[in-house]
């Protein structure tokens, strides 16, 4: 999904006289303000389980300590990355919880594999 925002920038004399255009009337006056669009990448809507999930993979892919959810700067970067902070970071003892969970919800699958 993309998102565009408008920016906007002056047109100089010297941009009004490199464009080659039949009407001079389509230009804005010199005062006026010219639209450059700047398009952003957005994710889908996050909500506080998608949020979850991902603090869950970060942590356990990037083997790092449980009290990393508790680090200001962390929960400051997870807020500062939604457009408008409704989501929470979970606690390191949520995460834990969830931890030992996602592991035994692997463990059939690891002793699949060793049977092969």
């Known amino acids: 999904m993309h998102a565009c925002v408008y920016v906007y920038d002056l047109i100089t004399r010297e941009d009004r006289a490199t464009r080659n255009t039949e ?51 962390f929960i400051e970067l997870v807020e500062g990355l939604q457009p408008k902070p409704t989501k929470n970071v979970m606690t390191r003892k949520t995460l834990g919880v969830r931890t030992d969970e996602a592991h035994r919800n692997m463990l059939p699958q690891y002793a699949t594999m060793r049977e092969r």
Do not use: F, W
């Open 23 to 73: 009407n001079d009337a389509d230009l804005p006056s010199q005062s006026a303000s010219a639209k450059k669009v700047q398009c952003t990448v957005t994710s889908p809507t996050l909500t506080q389980a998608r949020l979850d999930k991902l603090i869950l993979n970060y942590i356990v892919h990037g083997m790092r300590p449980l009290s990393t959810v508790e680090d200001k700067s």
